[in-house]
């Protein structure tokens, strides 16, 4: 099957290795630099992992285009709603996620898990770090966020704190601390490397176009992904 990656960076290209060592043919490598269309994608699935300002831009044209879309930028979902009315509009496939990592998405289910035991504890008080490379553009991170809303709609919490840091080349790290003047409590997901996002963004690549092969349409998550394939 045939890949094409708008938005050929870091993640972009621990994605496209993995997709090449799996078997998978890498047909398309965008830059910022390049002029292309979505018409002109010599693809079977997208992957879009540009920038908050074009990520958008970039999914519609795609959905227009006929072909499916794997989200990895953050920062769009200001115009969510207009995404999946296109992909209502063309019965297009979009799979979004703040982050592809396997080990992200555990983190995830055991803060949600939680949060429904710690609300019954007063004394703790919820906030979450994250900490990423100085080229990152997004403050906080899509994860971040994506983290802060589980725990806010889990645990009946109105506003949960997020300092973020940028610094070094930082893969990526997100912690979870529940704090009382006695003790803390956390759970933290350090990346060591960006294999994690792109093995899970093969997964999902792969995943769409199985959706796809079965006549199915619509806008899909990690979390629509685990529970069919566990």
């Given at each position: ?6 938005g050929y ?23 910022s630099?390049?002029?292309?269309t ?10 879009e ?6 990520a ?5 044209d795609?959905l227009?285009?006929g072909l499916p ?5 953050t ?8 995404i999946?009315?296109?992909v209502h509009?063309?019965n297009?496939?979009v799979f979004?996620a ?11 289910v ?14 703790y008080?919820?906030?979450i ?5 100085i080229?990152k ?10 983290l802060?809303?589980?725990?806010e709609?889990s645990g009946?919490y ?14 990526g790290?997100h912690e979870?601390v529940?704090d009382?003047?006695i003790d803390?409590?956390?759970i933290?997901?350090?990346a060591?490397s960006?294999?994690?996002f ?7 690549s792969n995943w769409?176009?199985e959706?796809k092969?079965k ?6 998550t990690?979390?629509?992904m ?5």
């Amino acid at each position: 099957m045939k890949l094409a990656i708008i938005g050929y960076g870091k993640l972009g290209r621990a994605v496209g290795e993995a997709w090449v060592e799996s078997g998978g043919d890498l047909s398309s490598k965008i830059t910022s630099k390049d002029a292309w269309t979505a018409e002109g994608l010599d693809s079977d699935v997208v992957l879009e992992s540009s920038t908050p300002e074009t990520a958008a831009k970039n999914i519609l044209d795609c959905l227009d285009a006929g072909l499916p879309v794997v989200v990895g930028s953050t920062g769009w979902h200001s115009r969510f709603d207009e995404i999946e009315s296109k992909v209502h509009e063309t019965n297009g496939l979009v799979f979004h996620a703040t982050n592809f990592s396997i080990g992200v998405h555990l983190m995830n289910v055991f803060a949600t898990e939680m949060a429904r035991t710690m609300k019954l504890f007063e004394d703790y008080t919820p906030s979450i770090t994250e900490a990423h490379h100085i080229h990152k553009l997004d403050k906080p991170s899509g994860t971040a966020n994506t983290l802060k809303s589980k725990v806010e709609n889990s645990g009946d919490y109105s506003f949960l704190k997020v300092d973020s840091i940028r610094e070094g080349e930082i893969v990526g790290m997100h912690e979870l601390v529940w704090d009382s003047e006695i003790d803390s409590i956390s759970i933290k997901h350090d990346a060591k490397s960006r294999m994690g996002f792109a093995l899970g963004a093969v997964k999902a690549s792969n995943w769409i176009l199985e959706l796809k092969s079965k006549g199915l349409s619509g806008v899909f998550t990690m979390d629509d992904m685990i529970k069919e394939i566990t």
